[in-house]
């Protein structure tokens, strides 16, 4: 019980993800399937966010008292790791941009078929 209560932020994410993974699987609705989209994609962020996290009072990798030589010695237990918050920025990017295209799809298939139902959207295909 104890593993479960000190990882409680790995079972929102997995919490997020099913519930986003649900929409896009079983929802029939087009909106409905990219807001399911966006919350797993937002779930794997927090996800990859929480990992850089360190305990003890670890701070931004800002060197403000650095000589111009580098010859300043480093302590890196004292700084957060920022490859996963820059991967994370990456990432943002990627999934307003997908956002932005799955919206305009969306807005065109509803222009030709007047419904979002993906079904009857197939019926109409066939």
Same mark, same amino acid.
């Given at each position: ?5 000190? =990882? ?18 079983? #929802? ?26 360190? #305990? ?28 996963? %918050? ?25 222009? #030709?078929? %007047? ?7 197939? =019926?109409?295909?066939?």
């Amino acid at each position: 019980m104890d593993f479960i209560i000190a =990882k409680y932020n790995y079972w929102i994410y997995i919490a997020l993800m099913m519930i986003g993974f649900y929409a896009m699987i079983a #929802k029939n609705n087009f909106i409905k399937k990219i807001i399911g989209m966006n919350i797993f994609q937002t779930a794997i962020i927090l996800f990859f966010i929480s990992i850089a996290f360190k #305990k003890g009072g670890a701070t931004l990798p800002i060197l403000t008292d650095a000589d111009a030589h580098g010859h300043h010695a480093i302590t890196v237990a004292e700084y957060i790791n920022p490859l996963p %918050h820059v991967l994370m920025l990456t990432a943002i990017v990627v999934m307003v941009a997908t956002l932005g295209v799955a919206l305009a799809i969306v807005i065109m298939m509803y222009r #030709k078929y %007047h419904t979002l139902e993906e079904d009857e959207i197939l =019926k109409e295909i066939e």
